[in-house]
Structures are given as C-alpha cells and as structure tokens.
C-alpha cells in the first residue's frame, strides 16, 4: 500500500487567519479614523505676543 502525505495544506490556513486578523484590525483602525463626523472642529485660538518693553542696563565706563 502507498500512503500519500496530504498535510500540505495545513500551513495556508495559519497564514489566513493571521491576514484575517489584520484586516479586522485595519478595518477599526479606519473606523476610527475615518467616521468621526468628517471635518475637524475649528478652534478660535487668540495667543498675544506683545512683550513689555525692557530696557538693557548701561554699560559701565561708557558714560561722561
């Protein structure tokens, strides 16, 4: 009697549900990212940048 190996498949089916895995988890990751109402809020940002004027202190051995 001859006896076939037919174990050869074995290993695809692994390799599917690994790329199974990814696509579920790139399909959530794309939920989130994507169905969150479209555009962004706009925020009013009012930063002041005005500094008081400073004064630099005199210099000694400059003055007559």
Not at 8 to 19: E, S, T
Not at 20 to 28: D, S
Not at 31 to 44: I, L, M, N, Q, S
Request: charged share 10%.
């Amino acid at each position: 009697m001859v006896e076939t190996n037919n174990s050869r498949g074995g290993g695809n089916v692994g390799l599917a549900f690994i790329v199974g895995g990814i696509v579920v988890v790139l399909a959530i990751v794309a939920y989130f990212v994507f169905a969150r109402g479209g555009t962004p809020e706009t925020k009013d940002v009012n930063v002041d940048v005005n500094l008081p004027e400073v004064s630099a202190p005199a210099v000694p051995g400059t003055g007559g």
